[in-house]
């Protein structure tokens, strides 16, 4: 039962992030409302980050989605929506930011994580010592003081 309860409370926490856009922000106009899903489906969300706009319920990604759908009415295209966008809040509002020399960090920083890592693996491997070869005798005092530790009741197993 308690799986049950578990797994429906799962599911409905899924439908409703799925599902951010409001009713009352939905277009009239089928058309402009797919144009606004696709244009919000590539705006990252500034509070979420790892969301679109579209995905997010923070109340910024609202008034966003609020905007786009405010800049199709008036008569704009998809560009203007997202340049207006940009312009006010920079590159990183998009899902996927242009390659270009303010973005390249955004671009390059997962290669040189794993770069990095890669290098401090190999490294950290590499300066491990060996292994020893195999079983090491012991030498005459050695074991001579094995003996005197273990005692002569001890029977030395023979080899």
């Known amino acids: 039962m308690r799986r049950l309860l ?35 489906g590539g705006l990252r969300c500034l509070v979420c980050q790892n969301q679109s706009i579209d995905d997010s319920d923070a109340p910024l990604a609202r008034d966003l989605r609020i905007l786009v759908r405010e800049r199709l009415v008036a008569g704009d295209s998809d560009s203007a929506v997202i340049d207006f966008v940009v312009a006010r809040y920079g590159d990183f509002v998009l899902l996927r930011p242009p390659i270009k020399a303010q973005t390249a960090l955004l671009w390059a920083a997962p290669f040189a994580i794993l770069l990095f890592a890669f290098v401090f693996l190999w490294r950290r491997l590499r300066s491990r010592p060996a292994p020893a070869a195999g079983p090491v005798s012991l030498s005459a005092e050695e074991q001579a003081r094995l003996d005197a530790l273990v005692g002569p009741d001890e029977k030395k197993p023979s080899g």
């Open 6 to 40: 578990l797994a429906c409370g799962l599911m409905l926490l899924a439908i409703a992030g799925a599902r951010a856009v409001q009713p009352d922000e939905v277009l009239p106009n089928p058309a402009l409302e797919q144009r606004a899903r696709a244009i919000s």
